[in-house]
């Protein structure tokens, strides 16, 4: 049978996209938040976004109605009962998620996988939170997941084969691109891009060249379609500098090692887009 029915928990930048991504292609989706006005408003949210794409006709207005009968939004954790799949994605700290995953693995159906969309913590952490530590991967979204086409499938040491191909498939019938991954910090996409990222905000720190001209360089001169400054705003400050502090954990390498300004925005909230200010104004 595969995946059917999808949970999604916590309703930020990346819950809403994975939200949207596995209604679209056909699945049930059940949304919760741990307020019930917050799981109505990723539900107001991807109706936004569908008509948004129904007005530039890469939608049918047939099609969205279809992809907003098949969510429903709650706050209670037992509304995920009969979920084959549920992929957390709240906030990045590795004692939020694991509790979490204690309260969803006593909360879902025996045979559901659970999973997490952690940008760089240890997967087989909150797998051993669980009694079905074979059920448990990293599913890796990237932002805006409705954009993106890569997924990182990460496999802790516990998971099981089957759970493994499982969620792969089920990546795959998103349309996505699936890749797999041992559980190291970053996988492969953060372990590499968050070294430039970070260096990025030094070389800002030192003087070395104004923000403009760090981000007209890297896209110029690299063809990348955004400049790294402008990238991390994208990511959210707090939670890069909750995936450096993770990966030089793991590595103890300098180049992970936040830059203190970085860490100055965060302790000021200024946080990139989503809270209106960070290395740019929104
Ligand atoms: N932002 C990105 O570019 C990106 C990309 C891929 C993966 N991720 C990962 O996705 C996850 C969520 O990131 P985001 O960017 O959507 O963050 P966000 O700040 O937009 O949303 C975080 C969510 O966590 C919830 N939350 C906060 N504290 C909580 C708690 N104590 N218990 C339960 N829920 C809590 C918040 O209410 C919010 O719904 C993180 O693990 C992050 O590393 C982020």
Same mark, same amino acid.
């Given at each position: 049978?595969?995946?059917?029915?999808?949970?999604?928990?916590?309703?930020?930048?990346?819950?809403?996209?994975?939200?949207?991504?596995?209604?679209?292609?056909?699945?049930?989706?059940?949304?919760?938040?741990?307020?019930?006005?917050?799981?109505?408003?990723?539900?107001?949210?991807? %109706?936004?976004?569908?008509?948004?794409?129904?007005? *530039?006709?890469? +939608?049918? &207005? $047939?099609?969205?109605? /279809? =992809?907003?009968?098949?969510?429903?939004?709650?706050?209670?954790?037992?509304?995920?009962?009969?979920?084959?799949?549920?992929? %957390?994605?709240?906030?990045?700290?590795?004692?939020? *998620?694991?509790? +979490?995953? &204690? $309260?969803?693995?006593? /909360? =879902?159906?025996?045979?559901?996988?659970?999973?997490?969309?952690?940008?760089?913590?240890?997967?087989?952490?909150?797998?051993?939170?669980?009694?079905?530590?074979?059920?448990?991967?990293?599913?890796?979204?990237?932002?805006?997941?409705?954009?993106?086409?890569?997924?990182?499938?990460?496999?802790?040491?516990?998971?099981?084969?089957?759970?493994?191909?499982?969620?792969?498939?089920?990546?795959?019938?998103?349309?996505?691109?699936?890749?797999?991954?041992?559980?190291?910090?970053?996988?492969?996409?953060?372990?590499?891009?968050?070294?430039?990222?970070?260096?990025?905000?030094?070389?800002?720190?030192?003087?070395?060249?104004?923000?403009?001209?760090?981000?007209?360089?890297?896209?110029?001169?690299?063809?990348?379609?955004?400049?790294?400054?402008?990238?991390?705003?994208?990511?959210?400050?707090?939670?890069?500098?909750?995936?450096?502090?993770?990966?030089?954990?793991?590595?103890?390498?300098?180049?992970?090692?936040?830059?203190?300004?970085?860490?100055?925005?965060?302790?000021?909230?200024?946080?990139?887009?989503?809270?209106?200010?960070?290395?740019?104004?929104?």
């Amino acid at each position: 049978m595969g995946i059917q029915t999808v949970g999604i928990v916590g309703s930020g930048i990346m819950g809403s996209g994975i939200a949207e991504v596995a209604a679209k292609a056909g699945h049930t989706v059940v949304l919760r938040s741990r307020k019930q006005e917050t799981a109505q408003a990723m539900v107001a949210g991807l %109706e936004k976004s569908l008509n948004k794409q129904v007005d *530039k006709g890469r +939608l049918s &207005a $047939e099609d969205r109605d /279809a =992809v907003l009968g098949r969510v429903s939004a709650t706050d209670q954790i037992s509304d995920l009962a009969d979920c084959d799949l549920v992929i %957390e994605s709240v906030v990045e700290d590795l004692d939020v *998620k694991r509790a +979490l995953f &204690a $309260e969803l693995d006593a /909360a =879902v159906k025996p045979d559901a996988i659970l999973a997490t969309n952690t940008s760089t913590l240890p997967v087989v952490e909150m797998a051993v939170a669980t009694g079905r530590p074979d059920q448990v991967v990293g599913v890796h979204f990237f932002n805006p997941a409705p954009m993106m086409s890569l997924v990182e499938i990460i496999a802790p040491l516990t998971a099981s084969d089957a759970t493994v191909e499982a969620v792969t498939a089920f990546a795959s019938a998103c349309g996505k691109d699936p890749v797999q991954v041992k559980d190291r910090a970053g996988f492969i996409v953060n372990a590499l891009l968050f070294p430039y990222l970070n260096n990025a905000v030094r070389m800002l720190e030192n003087g070395t060249a104004s923000r403009d001209d760090i981000d007209s360089a890297m896209k110029g001169g690299c063809n990348f379609p955004m400049g790294p400054l402008a990238l991390l705003d994208l990511v959210g400050l707090d939670t890069s500098l909750s995936i450096l502090e993770a990966l030089y954990a793991e590595f103890a390498d300098p180049n992970y090692s936040p830059a203190p300004a970085l860490r100055r925005l965060v302790a000021a909230g200024q946080l990139g887009r989503k809270s209106g200010q960070g290395f740019y104004t929104y």
